[in-house]
């Protein structure tokens, strides 16, 4: 950085106006762009490093840039919990929609004739809805092994049983409903899913902060807020991935919201392709699912702010009582908290990565690889 020519930005916001839709949707599309699934572990820690020297206004490397600031602050936004500063579990994170939900959402349409299929494909989808949850949840919870494991069997069971009884109860209605089971149970699971893996928000409150950032107390009624818009956005996110199969010899998925898939399928069709060559309609389908899930993710995620807020009125009136003698009975109109969608939490380690076999620890791994540029980076880290 030359000394002419000062960086003066603020890391510790998003780099778009959060107060617009379109600033926000910017916003999410960077941090849950899936390419950054693929950055190292080195390369986090100096994103990291680089973010800490600049907070504390500590001499940058030379020919450090606004954009170097901008792109350090991306990678960190995609991989860092924004209460806790730690790392995330890599099939946790948003950057990881994209694939995961691709496999998923095409395995459920695909496979989708017979109960066993049915429960496979339900129980991936909410046992992958949990890990995501729980990583994303508010970074001041905590959970013991025994309330992590209910939380997940009330999670899954509520996404298979939504699965089956919608099938045996449309079991003799009109083909045209019984396509729709996928969609619908994943709407009513996340329902289920997400104040599950959140519960001791629900019980116990998620902290609330002044404009700035000093914590004032915890409160329930911002979690059930917080909670409900997450529930809104994940609802949205599945909708035009699930839609309507036809056949097997002819895979058509009619995307729902979007009219592309249908309409390419059915010029495939008309040219006799689909016919011709039948194994490219999987991978078509596959492939558009992608395609949506990358547009579709940032979207539903910035339907809310991340940093959420309420008004002091609507706290407890314990919470609000603490506010106003915290102001000397001057209280801010507002108090703000996070709503909990990208992030990571607290002593991971020996609770969640329990539930795994050993070679999926390895995959969700947060340790920093052992590199000269990684242990510089902790050591300016412990120094400061």
């Known amino acids: 950085m030359g000394k002419d020519t000062p960086i003066d930005i603020n890391i510790d916001e998003p780099r778009y106006d959060q107060d617009t839709y379109i600033g926000r949707a910017k916003h999410f599309f960077q941090t849950t762009n899936p390419l950054n699934i693929f950055v190292t572990n080195t390369r986090l820690e100096e994103a990291k490093c680089l973010l800490t020297r600049y907070r504390l206004k500590l001499p940058l490397p030379p020919g450090t840039t606004e954009e170097d600031l901008w792109r350090a602050k991306i990678i ?40 066993a299929a049915v429960v496979f494909w339900q129980w991936f989808n909410q046992s992958f809805n949990a890990v995501v949850n729980y990583t994303n949840r508010s970074g001041e919870s905590t959970f013991t092994e025994k309330q992590l494991f209910g939380a997940y069997m009330a999670a899954t069971g509520g996404a298979v049983g939504t699965a089956l009884g919608l099938n045996h109860v449309l079991r003799n209605a009109p083909p045209l409903f019984g396509r729709w089971v996928p969609l619908l149970a994943v709407i009513v699971a996340n329902c289920i899913n997400i104040p599950a893996m959140r519960m001791q928000e629900l019980q116990n409150g998620t902290p609330v902060f002044d404009s700035n950032n000093n914590e004032l107390g915890y409160s329930r009624r911002a979690a059930r807020k917080g909670i409900l818009q997450v529930i809104v956005s994940r609802i949205f996110m599945p909708i035009p991935a699930l839609g309507e199969i036809e056949g097997l010899s002819r895979i058509r998925t009619k995307i729902l919201v979007s009219g592309l898939t249908p309409v390419l399928m059915n010029h495939l069709d008309k040219k006799g392709i689909l016919g011709k060559y039948p194994w490219i309609s999987l991978p078509t389908n596959v492939g558009i699912v992608g395609l949506f899930v990358v547009i579709v993710n940032p979207l539903a995620c910035a339907f809310f702010k991340q940093k959420a807020r309420m008004e002091v009125d609507k706290l407890e009136p314990e919470v609000r009582a603490s506010v106003v003698e915290k102001f000397s009975g001057a209280p801010p109109d507002y108090v703000y908290f996070n709503k909990a969608m990208t992030g990571e939490i607290r002593n991971i380690d020996c609770k969640l990565h329990s539930l795994y076999p050993s070679f999926l620890r390895h995959l969700l791994d947060t340790r920093p690889v052992d590199s000269e540029q990684s242990t510089h980076a902790r050591n300016v880290e412990k120094s400061l």
């Not at 806790?84 to 095409?106: A, D, Y």
């Open 76 to 115: 960190y936004d995609s991989a860092y919990h924004p209460d806790t500063g730690e790392k995330m579990f890599l099939v946790g994170r948003m950057s990881f929609q994209m694939p995961g939900n691709m496999l998923i959402c095409s395995g459920m349409m695909t496979f989708y004739k017979s109960w």
